[in-house]
């Protein structure tokens, strides 16, 4: 009995903390850390498309362009306590359920879970990176990752399912686009009618390469599993170059890492305009207020 009033205090609290405006400020900072690291990452793209590529396209190289800026330790920091804030409202939609008709669904839940384990990851990957230890590129991190899988029984069927799981991510991200769900999680009536075009375009195309881009990732990792050789394996820099390996050229590679600039752009009007509002809660045909923040 003791045991289970502690608990419930504890989610009490646990709820009144994810309510709180100013943990909202704290996830919502993140997308701004979002956005800057997809216009550094589609800066570098398109450097690389020109033929003018210093750093990888990927989280690396994007956080060491900002570590060679003046004051770039200090924004560092910034971006890791951003993605931080997105790691724990994930978490918190993972235990309270996400901010929709049907947010308590043991789906719902456990895609934001996942989400949750993903930006820590991110999290984790600055936060190296500012304590100088560094890191590898993204493609030599999946190479690496895919080949100690693969050394395991079952860790070719894992990186396989890994991969099906990025690919269909990024089909779904692009389906979503298509169809503008994006802006049901915005406050759009708050919008005037060209802040809301623009902010619809800039949702449909950076979500559409987005979605693009790590679906690419998916499928060399499938194929890595497929013929297993984790060579074939790539990050995101591997697989944006890709792209200038086509018969468009470098070219294609231009506008898909002009698809990431938007997309970052995109992320700084997320933070701006995302919804909290009333869930109804199905099981009682009531609506009441959730204060948890819709950000993704």
């Known amino acids: 009995m003791t045991t289970n009033v502690a608990g419930a205090g504890v989610r009490r609290a646990g709820r009144r903390v994810a309510g709180h405006s100013a943990f909202h400020i704290f996830c919502r900072s993140g997308l701004v850390a979002r956005g800057v690291l997809y216009l550094l990452i589609g800066w570098l793209a398109v450097q690389i498309g020109l033929g003018d590529g210093g750093h990888e396209a ?11 800026k003046p004051g770039g330790t200090a924004m560092l920091w910034l971006l890791t306590a951003g993605f931080a804030g997105l790691a724990l409202w994930r978490f918190a939609e993972a235990a309270f359920g996400q901010p929709v008709a049907d947010g308590r669904k043991a789906t719902k839940r456990l895609a934001s879970f996942g989400r949750g384990l993903f930006y820590s990851a991110g999290c984790v990957t600055v936060l190296n990176f500012v304590l100088g230890q560094g890191g590898s590129s993204s493609n030599e991190q999946s190479k690496t990752y895919t080949a100690r899988a693969m050394e395991h029984p079952g860790g070719r069927w894992l990186v396989l399912a890994v991969g099906v799981g990025f690919l269909a991510w ?13 802006l049901e999680r915005l406050n759009t009536g708050r919008m005037g009618p ?3 075009r623009v902010v619809k375009t800039l949702g449909v195309v950076g979500r559409a390469s987005r979605g693009i881009v790590f679906g690419g990732v998916g499928v060399f990792l499938a194929y890595a599993a497929i ?3 984790p060579g ?3 990050g995101l820099d591997g697989t944006l170059r890709q792209f ?9 590679l231009v506008v898909v890492a002009a698809g990431l600039l938007v997309f970052g752009a995109y992320s700084f009007c997320e933070a701006r305009w995302r919804k909290v509002e009333a869930v109804r809660d199905g099981s009682r045909g009531r609506t009441r207020r959730r204060l948890l923040p819709r950000i993704g």
Do not use: E, H, Y
Not at 170 to 182: M, Y
């Open 58 to 68: 990927d989280k690396q190289g994007a956080l060491q362009t900002v570590a060679d």
């Open 170 to 182: 990024g089909i779904g991200s692009v389906a979503g686009a298509v169809r503008r769900k994006f």
């Open 194 to 196: 060209n802040t809301r």
């Open 227 to 229: 013929t297993f050789d």
């Open 232 to 234: 074939k394996a790539k």
């Open 244 to 252: 200038a390996g086509t018969p468009a050229g470098p070219w294609l």
